[in-house]
Nanobody, 124 residues
Framework: QVQPVESGGGLVQAGGSLRLSCAAS????????VGWFRRAPGKEREFVAA????????SYVDSVKGRFTISRGNAENTVYLQMNSLKPEDTAVYYC?????????????????WGQGTQVTVSS
């Protein structure tokens, strides 16, 4: 089974950028759809973005469309989340997860393997 490991979080000013990485441990992400979720303080975990196992399909929550980009690395062992034009409301712990579903899914319940999360803080 694959174990996602997130990195790249940090503190950034509003309008800035960060790139989160999700590395596959144990095996590669080949055959898995991979998603990013986030949990802000006092809020439920929400879907952010996902990429299909072939890398050609993506999905985003409306609040990040045009600002965030999800992509796969060439070696199929890393998935990235490029975050531009960050806003204070993007502050959250960001989680990477892998799903064995046959297509992209946005429900966290359909993701089988989860990372520990990385903190992103956007100051105003």
């Amino acid at each position: 089974q694959v174990q996602p490991v997130e990195s790249g979080g940090g503190l950034v000013q509003a309008g800035g950028s960060l790139r989160l990485s999700c590395a596959a441990s144990g095996r590669t992400f080949r055959g898995y759809n991979v998603g990013w979720f986030r949990r802000a303080p006092g809020k439920e975990r929400e879907f952010v973005a996902a990429i299909g196992w072939r890398g050609s399909s993506t999905s985003y929550v409306d609040s990040v469309k045009g600002r965030f980009t999800i992509s796969r690395g060439n070696a199929e062992n890393t998935v990235y989340l490029q975050m531009n034009s960050l806003k204070p409301e993007d502050t959250a712990v960001y989680y990477c997860a892998a799903s064995t579903s046959s297509s992209i899914v946005v429900s966290s319940q359909l993701y089988n393997y989860w990372g520990q999360g990385t903190q992103v803080t956007v100051s105003s």
